[in-house]
């Protein structure tokens, strides 16, 4: 799936062809791919607590925002995915309230460039929880505080269902959560 102009993740003109890909059509191919080119910025708002697009491979070289002030619960990735932010690139958490951040299920790996950004409102949450129970979040890692909440790449989390750990492995500085 390629983005093909800024606007929201329902809106048919944001993607080239004209039309969002159904859901069926990437359960088919065992997940979809998503780009999302410089200088486009695409927005999934309209979720309840959870995407169900399973997209497997995230590339954003433009921005992508995540959730909406309205959401207070969180974003859910539904499917084990790789989240890659390339440089240039920015993904944005617009969700607020105690449980707001990213979350992603076990297997999961969420890859930050140089000059890539992941900004949070008043801070950045990063997730993991068990796929298919999304009440049971296994670990979490915060980044940044009220007044920066952003954090710059380089860095790779890696979300690993075996040792129900996120490891962050960033400029020599390896952070593991157990």
């Not at 004209?18 to 791919?33: A, F, H, K, T, W």
């Not at 989240?83 to 999961?108: A, H, R």
Request: glycine share 12%.
């Amino acid at each position: 799936m390629l983005a093909l102009a800024s606007g929201d993740l329902n809106d048919e003109e944001s993607w080239c062809g004209g039309l969002q890909p159904p859901p069926s059509i990437c359960e088919l191919n065992g997940g979809c791919d998503l780009t999302v080119p410089s200088d486009v910025t695409l927005s999934i708002t309209d979720v309840d607590n959870q995407l169900s697009l399973p997209i497997t491979k995230w590339m954003i070289y433009g921005t992508l925002s995540l959730g909406g002030s309205d959401l207070q619960t969180g974003f859910y990735f539904d499917v084990p995915c790789e989240v890659i932010i390339e440089n240039g690139g920015t993904l944005v958490d617009l969700t607020t309230g105690n449980q707001s951040g990213l979350y992603f299920p076990d297997d999961s790996r969420l890859v930050v460039y140089p000059n890539a950004t992941v900004i949070g409102q008043g801070s950045v949450s990063i997730y993991s929880y068990q796929l298919g129970n999304i009440d049971n979040v296994t670990e979490n890692v915060k980044y940044g505080s009220t007044g920066s909440p952003s954090i710059s790449g380089p860095f790779t989390i890696f979300i690993d269902v075996n040792t129900s750990s996120i490891t962050n492995s960033s400029e020599g500085i390896h952070y593991c959560v157990f």
